[in-house]
Nanobody, 121 residues
Framework: QVHLVESGGGLVQAGGSLRLSCVASGTIFSLNSMGWYRQAPGKQRELVADITSGGSINYSDSMKGRFTISRDNAKNTLYLQMNSLKPEDTAVYYC???????????????WGQGTQVTVSS
């Protein structure tokens, strides 16, 4: 099993910045793609950005230029730097990893418990 724990959420004023972290632990053979998703009240969960183990990055169009995703493979840690935050960025942010727990096991999706980001106007 792979466990994901997010941190770094909180309350920030519009225009401010936050940095989210997600640490993967447990039985990890490989961490393939990792990503951040968010879910606002009454809305579906949506992709923020994801990054492959090789460093290829994909951003949701609305986050391009404001958010930066990165990962430290040696530390099994994923980051999301969020700048110029807007009230509409308010949501629970979830870490996701497509990972394998054993050499011959199948890859599957894992989710963290989420961290709340609230942006006040």
């Amino acid at each position: 099993q792979v466990h994901l724990v997010e941190s770094g959420g909180g309350l920030v004023q519009a225009g401010g910045s936050l940095r989210l972290s997600c640490v993967a632990s447990g039985t990890i053979f490989s961490l393939n793609s990792m990503g951040w998703y968010r879910q606002a009240p009454g809305k579906q969960r949506e992709l923020v950005a994801d990054i492959t183990s090789g460093g290829s990055i994909n951003y949701s169009d609305s986050m391009k230029g404001r958010f930066t995703i990165s990962r430290d493979n040696a530390k099994n840690t994923l980051y999301l730097q969020m700048n110029s935050l807007k009230p509409e960025d308010t949501a629970v942010y979830y870490c996701n990893a497509y990972a394998t727990s054993s050499r011959f096991g199948a890859s599957r999706n894992y989710w963290g418990q989420g961290t709340q980001v609230t942006v006040s106007s």
